[in-house]
């Protein structure tokens, strides 16, 4: 069973805002360090955002800063994923992960879950 949903994705027209969440169940939700990537046909799985789980630090890849905001809620075991701005090259499934008492966020072998992904179409 995964152990973490992703939802919320869908289409949105160029400059439009979409929020992302996704749930945890079966984990201690508060030691995980919680990330979101994704990825598009032919390309390599990327890095998006991530939020530590010893103080919650955020990281962003530069081509989000300053348009996507990451968030966590541990009582409701789920983490956000606020998308502003959105652009046609935003277009990918997106995918959260979860890498227990991680560091380094950007590290996308080092998560131990990944949801099933969700889609997110950007028209221009």
């Known amino acids: 069973q995964v152990p973490l949903a992703e939802s919320g994705g869908g289409l949105v027209q160029a400059g439009g805002s979409l929020r992302l969440s996704c749930a945890a169940s079966g984990l201690t939700f508060s030691v995980y360090t919680m990330g979101w990537f994704r990825q598009v046909p032919g390309k390599e799985r990327e890095f998006v955002a991530g939020?530590?789980?010893?103080?919650?630090?955020?990281y962003y890849s530069d081509s989000v800063k300053g348009r996507f905001t990451i968030s966590r809620d541990d009582v409701k075991k789920t983490v956000y994923l606020q998308m502003n701005s959105l652009k046609p090259e935003d277009t990918a499934v997106y995918y959260c992960?979860?890498?227990?008492?991680?560091?380094?966020?950007?590290?996308?072998?080092?998560?131990?879950?990944w949801g099933q992904g969700t889609q997110v179409t950007v028209s221009s």
């Open positions: 939020i530590t789980w010893n103080g919650g630090s955020t």
């Open positions: 992960g979860a890498d227990h008492r991680g560091l380094r966020v950007e590290r996308r072998d080092e998560y131990d879950f």
